[in-house]
């Protein structure tokens, strides 16, 4: 197999190496090491195109391991994860996902073992939980907006300016709106939450979005699309990171951090339980939060580091430096399991469908 193979050549895998079949919807990939080498298996949210560089370059150092990524939905991953390890095989080697309050369920409950992180000294205090869950990312949550459409317009950057300019009698922004289903999206859910702990007028704005026809997705890229074409003029609460990257393409699309507050999420890396070879697993995770694999993942992966002394445009020193203390970063801890409550979700759910069709 040539050197480029090796590297770069995503090939597709059949499921059956591990329990049972992934979901249809799961995409799988593998980069290739060398033969009779280790295997590390990977579950994320993480797109592909973002985890591809972070793949390669940890193969640089470890060219024996072969590597198997499964890009699955959140729910997906804690479901599975759960069910692999309750029963008499073996699941994941790490798991990576930006749902932060599903991550740490898994590692409350007790499917995450601990692992003392040869560059857990380079991580905020509040981003390593017992040593079991590891905030990777450093993603703020942010408004979206079509250029065109607000050229010599006012973009809204706070969140009583956004209700307000939603709640005009003459509001042009009817079926112009987007943000996520949280019905659907594990994310979305999990912004909104965000919001009600430091926002009191969440669901006015959510009434004001409801009026305006508001479309719901439940993934960034379907927002991103339909605003390139201007389908729709605004989105909220989208996930800065791939936002950003998509503008540094894309001269339609703007990006705007809320100065009211700005929530920044943390993808939370764990190594389960049952680990297969839970040893590439800490092997990854080690990569994942030292410099170098810091600096590939803000330089190339498209994503914000976290390192305390990594700098650069997707860091979390050069974010503090812009944004100062609009920031509100979300700790890793128990504290995220608040609207994991069966009771409390269906509450938020129910009360965000009323206020929706203003009921």
Same mark, same amino acid.
């Given at each position: 197999m040539t050197k480029s193979a090796v590297f770069s050549v995503l090939v597709p895998l059949m499921a059956a190496l591990l329990s049972h079949p992934l979901p249809a919807h799961a995409q799988s990939y593998e980069f290739p090491g060398r033969d009779g080498g280790r295997t590390l298996v990977v579950y994320s949210t993480t797109d592909i195109e973002a985890a591809r560089p972070l793949i390669e370059d940890f193969r640089k150092l470890w060219a024996d391991i072969t590597v198997r990524y499964h890009d699955i939905q959140s729910q997906v991953i804690y479901q599975r994860i759960i069910e692999e390890s309750?029963?008499?095989?073996?699941?994941?080697?790490?798991?990576?996902?930006?749902?932060?309050?599903?991550?740490?369920?898994?590692?409350?409950?007790?499917?995450?073992?601990?692992?003392?992180?040869?560059?857990?000294?380079?991580?905020?205090?509040?981003?390593?939980?017992?040593?079991?869950?590891?905030?990777? !990312?450093?993603?703020? &949550? =942010?408004?979206?907006?079509?250029?065109?459409?607000? $050229?010599?317009?006012?973009? *809204?950057? +706070?969140?009583?300016?956004?209700?307000?300019?939603?709640?005009?009698?003459?509001?042009?922004?009817?079926?112009?709106v987007a943000t996520y289903d949280i019905e659907r999206s594990g994310f979305g859910f999990f912004a909104l939450a965000r919001d009600q702990e430091h926002y009191s007028a969440t669901w006015n704005l959510v009434r004001a979005m409801g009026r305006n026809s508001v479309k719901l997705f439940s993934k960034s890229a379907a927002i991103l699309d339909q605003l390139s074409t201007g389908n729709i003029v605004l989105g909220y609460n989208?996930?800065?990171?791939?936002?950003?990257?998509?503008?540094?393409?894309?001269?339609?699309?703007?990006?705007?951090?809320? !100065?009211?507050?700005? &929530? =920044?999420?943390?993808?939370?890396?764990?190594?389960? $339980?049952?680990?297969?070879? *839970?040893? +590439?697993?800490?092997?990854?995770?080690?990569?994942?939060?030292?410099?170098?694999?810091?600096?590939?993942?803000?330089?190339?992966?498209?994503?914000?580091?976290?390192?305390?002394?990594?700098?650069?445009?997707?860091?979390?020193?050069?974010?503090?430096?812009?944004?100062?203390?609009?920031?509100?970063?979300?700790?890793?801890?128990?504290?995220?399991?608040?609207?994991?409550?069966?009771?409390?979700?269906?509450?938020?759910?129910?009360?965000?469908?009323?206020?929706?069709?203003?009921?």
């Open positions: 309750d029963g008499p095989g073996v699941t994941a080697d790490l798991a990576f996902s930006s749902v932060m309050d599903l991550q740490m369920k898994l590692a409350n409950d007790g499917y995450a073992q601990p692992h003392k992180a040869d560059s857990v000294d380079g991580l905020p205090s509040w981003a390593n939980w017992r040593n079991e869950a590891f905030g990777v !990312t450093f993603e703020p &949550v =942010v408004i979206v907006y079509n250029k065109t459409y607000f $050229r010599g317009r006012e973009v *809204p950057t +706070t969140r009583t300016g956004l209700a307000e300019a939603l709640s005009s009698p003459h509001s042009e922004f009817f079926g112009k989208v996930l800065g990171t791939y936002a950003a990257s998509r503008a540094e393409r894309d001269p339609a699309i703007g990006v705007v951090l809320p !100065t009211d507050f700005t &929530v =920044v999420l943390s993808r939370i890396a764990l190594i389960p $339980r049952k680990a297969r070879s *839970p040893e +590439t697993g800490k092997l990854f995770l080690d990569y994942l939060l030292s410099e170098r694999g810091q600096r590939v993942l803000s330089e190339q992966s498209g994503l914000n580091s976290i390192h305390t002394r990594v700098t650069g445009p997707r860091t979390a020193a050069n974010m503090q430096t812009e944004a100062g203390a609009s920031l509100r970063p979300v700790k890793v801890g128990p504290g995220l399991l608040v609207y994991l409550d069966q009771f409390k979700r269906a509450r938020m759910i129910d009360t965000w469908e009323k206020a929706l069709t203003g009921r």
